[in-house]
C-alpha cells in the first residue's frame, strides 16, 4: 500500500508540533450524564496523566493545583469529578445506583476520551486513597491503555486496613486510659453499618493523628450516599485479585498511614509481578501525602516516572 507524499509530510508536521498550552474545564458525556474536567499543561502534547480523587466523593478541584501544578510542565494533567462528586453532581444526577464496576466504567470511558482528545495511545494514571483503589482496578482490569500507574495511599484491602487501625486505637485509648473513645470504638463494626459507627472510627483516627475531625453530621451525610460504595470496595482485595500487573506501578505511602494502612501496601508492594513497580515511603506522613507532600511527590514522579 502506497502512502501519499502529502499525507507523509502531514503526519511528519504533526508529530514535529512544538504544542501549545492548555488550560481547559468542560463536561464530557461519560457514563450518560455530564461529567466534569479540567486539563492543563505547559503543553498539549505532553503526555497525558489522570489522577482520580479519594472519598469517594471528595473533589480536589479548588487545590489540586497545589500538588499537580509543578507537574503540569511534564505532563497534561487532567483532574475529573467522579459522579456524584463536585462539578458533575452540581451538572447532574447520577441515573444509576453507584457501584464500583459503573465508577470503573466511567474512568475507562474518561481514559477513552482523553486518548482520542490528545492522540496518546497510552496515558498515565494517578489515583489517591480511594482514588488508589479504583486505579488499581484500571491497572488490573486494561494495562494496555497505562503507560504507568502511580498509586498513593491506595485501597489495598480496606476491610481489613479498618480491622487494623480499629484495633490500633483501642490499645492506644487503653494505654491512654481514654473512656470515651474506648466507649465509642466499642461500638464501631467493620464493614462499617452505618455512618455513626463510621464517625466514631474516623474521628478518633484522626484525633490519635493529632488533627481535628470533621463532624458528626457531614459523616453521617456522606455515608447515606457513599458507605455502600465504599463497603463494596473495601471487601476487594488486590493481593487476591491481582497479584499481576500487566503494566508499571509506582505506589507512595506514608509511613504514619494507619487510613489505607501503610503496611498492607508494602506486603502488596513486595508480592504483585508487574513490568516495572516501585516503592516510595515518605516518612512522618500519613493518610493526605498529596497535600502534606506536594514538592517530594512531583518531583519524585517527574523523576522517576516520566
Not at 100 to 108: F, K, R, S, T
Not at 250 to 271: A, I, R, W
Amino acid at each position: 500500500m502506497k502512502i501519499s507524499f502529502a499525507l507523509v509530510l502531514l503526519l511528519t508536521c504533526f508529530s514535529s508540533r512544538a504544542g501549545n498550552p492548555i488550560d481547559t474545564a468542560m463536561a464530557v458525556d461519560i457514563g450518560g450524564i455530564k461529567q466534569w474536567i479540567t486539563m492543563k499543561s505547559t503543553s498539549d502534547t505532553n503526555p497525558v496523566l489522570l489522577f482520580l480523587h479519594g472519598g469517594p466523593g471528595n473533589s480536589v478541584m479548588s487545590y489540586a493545583d497545589k500538588f499537580t501544578g509543578e507537574l503540569q510542565k511534564k505532563f497534561v494533567v487532567v483532574h475529573w469529578d467522579q459522579r456524584e462528586s463536585g462539578n458533575t453532581a452540581t451538572l447532574n444526577k447520577s441515573t444509576q445506583p453507584l457501584t464500583v464496576a459503573l465508577m470503573e466504567n466511567d474512568a475507562i470511558e474518561v481514559i477513552h476520551f482523553l486518548q482520542d482528545r490528545f492522540l496518546q495511545e497510552k496515558i498515565y494514571l494517578m489515583g489517591h486513597s480511594w482514588g488508589g483503589f479504583l486505579g488499581l482496578m484500571i491497572a488490573s482490569h486494561h494495562p494496555e491503555l497505562l503507560k504507568g500507574y502511580i498509586a498513593i495511599c491506595p485501597m489495598i484491602h480496606q476491610r481489613e486496613s479498618e480491622k487494623i487501625s480499629l484495633q490500633w486505637m483501642k490499645d492506644r485509648a487503653k494505654s491512654e486510659k481514654n473512656n470515651q473513645a474506648l466507649n465509642e470504638l466499642s461500638m464501631v463494626r467493620i464493614p462499617f453499618e452505618n455512618g455513626e459507627q463510621l464517625y466514631y472510627h474516623r474521628s478518633w483516627l484522626i484525633r490519635f493523628m493529632g488533627g481535628k475531625p470533621a463532624s458528626k453530621d457531614v459523616v453521617v451525610s456522606w455515608s447515606q450516599k457513599w458507605l455502600a460504595l465504599f463497603n463494596e470496595a473495601s471487601e476487594i482485595n488486590f493481593m487476591a485479585l491481582a497479584p499481576v500487573l500487566n503494566c508499571p506501578v509506582y505506589f507512595f505511602e506514608g509511613d504514619k498511614d494507619h487510613q489505607t494502612y501503610y503496611k498492607l501496601t508494602v506486603d502488596y508492594y513486595n508480592m504483585v509481578s508487574a513490568d516495572k513497580k516501585k516503592l516510595f515511603i515518605f516518612n512522618n506522613t500519613a493518610h493526605n501525602l498529596p497535600t502534606k507532600e506536594p514538592i517530594k511527590l512531583q518531583k519524585t514522579i517527574i523523576q522517576e516516572v516520566e
